[in-house]
């Protein structure tokens, strides 16, 4: 049984950094993607970072490119996103996800981010969320 668990929100001030880690288990980690999305009350839930494990190549929202890095580390089956310059409007409830199956390319990673998977190759793993709350 796979299991996503997140760790790191909280509640800051703008401008400072916060670092989120989502554990897995019983997850086979290589030539994967996984992700990062948030949600705030009355939106849909947003994709803002994902990762191809195998050639570690990476996709990020615009409005978090360059504040944000995402990154994984193998050995202790972890990703983790180090979040930057944080602002008010990155108040949210922060969800690492996974997908099942291997993608047939690292951009089939961005589609299921950004919300233009086809059906097939989607994030279908999730944790329980982590929020985070950045005060002006």
């Known amino acids: 049984q796979v299991q996503l668990v997140e760790s790191g929100g909280g509640s800051v001030q703008a401008g400072v950094s916060l670092r989120l880690s989502c554990a897995a288990s019983?997850?086979?980690?290589?030539?994967?993607?996984v992700a990062w999305f948030r949600q705030t009350p009355g939106k849909e839930r947003e994709g803002i970072a994902a990762i191809y494990t195998s050639l570690i190549h990476t996709f990020y929202h615009p409005s978090v490119k360059g504040r944000f890095t995402i990154s994984q580390d193998n050995a202790e089956n972890t990703m983790v996103l180090q979040m930057d310059a944080l602002k008010p409007e990155d108040t949210a409830v922060y969800y690492c996800a996974a997908m099942s199956r291997i993608p047939r390319f690292p951009n089939d990673c961005n589609y299921a981010l950004n919300g233009h998977g086809d059906g097939v190759f989607e994030y279908d793993y999730w944790g329980q969320g982590t929020q985070v709350t950045v005060s002006s």
């Open positions: 019983g997850y086979t980690w290589n030539s994967k993607c």
